[in-house]
DNA sequence: CCTACCGATCGGTAGG
DNA sequence: CCTACCGATCGGTAGG
């Protein structure tokens, strides 16, 4: 088989991962099997495991990735608006239409990952704690702006709700339960 | 070697559960592994899977453990208030208070269930959702006891507030979590 | 409840 | 990026 130019070489790994997230966000990351990947994409094992090395670097490359695709799905939606409570409110409302219109196909990958991850060490757990981190941080900033009474406090409901969301989605399938986070959330904003 | 007594046999199959349980808290009930468990408690795999018969069998009889040590935990610990707010205020601090003491190793067993089992199907997973609705409904017809405007709203943040602590406690070890919690859940049941 | 074993699959490597 | 292979482990079974 020919070796392929690094632009063909970057093009294989961005569907490796793509697919990497898509099966994890069902199955977990730990879940995630090299020779299933390969299957499913018509590769050899070593083929797909060659761009990362080792199990553990695809699965931060899947969490990688899967953390983009949510900056994009919701901060980005809300970066345009006003710092504060215009941004936080922006924000409650595209996290929640993130959820409502499964982005993953298993749900939230970040509430997932953390689940999954809590209990062990590693790069893997450190790097979602990180993240997890930031967005909190991201919020409770926000509500600092807005001169909310206790800035940690809203970053710690709007987290939680979002969570009671992304579990009565996947498990449930409850359609009413956008309606409950939304409410939620613009109480916590309010 | 020799047969034990049925009782024997009991004794051996709740150690099997016991194992189990405190395992898949850590690192999933997919993550459990017959051979694992065999090596930790000085068995056979046969001695092992011949208590359940299969593997899935053995992940829902650890479920039903869980379940049960989350109904001692929370419900009965508020059962003996009289119905309504009282009561719902009783469950709101046994529930924290079962966070905050790491009764299963690797925090909620149901919250970490539901993530991994939202994006498959079958037993466990049905089982997996038939508990936390049950647990969403206990909650709703206390809430409704109370005479409180929407129940399965109550439900539904008092549940979503309990994720959001299982998860900053177990991710971040954060202190300030259960206080966070209980303040959540104080507005919720004001 | 054990030993001994089954086929399948795991993550990963050598060599091209 | 492939073929061919490694040792380890998977869930599970036969037979006692």
Redesign the pocket.
Known sequence: ?P??SAA??EK??ESIVARAVDVASLEGLEG?????L?GEL??????????F????ALQVAALEQAADVFRREVWDRAAAQKPGLPRLRAIAGAWVSYLERDVFPGGCFLTAASCEWDGRSGPVRERVAGTMDLWLGVLAREAREAGMDDPEQVAFELNAIAMGLNQRLQLHGDREAPGRARTAMARVLR
């Open positions: 088989m070796r392929r063909e070489a294989t790994r995630l099997t090299i020779g299933r390969a018509d590769m050899s094992k070593a083929g797909v495991i060659g761009h090395g080792s199990k553990e």
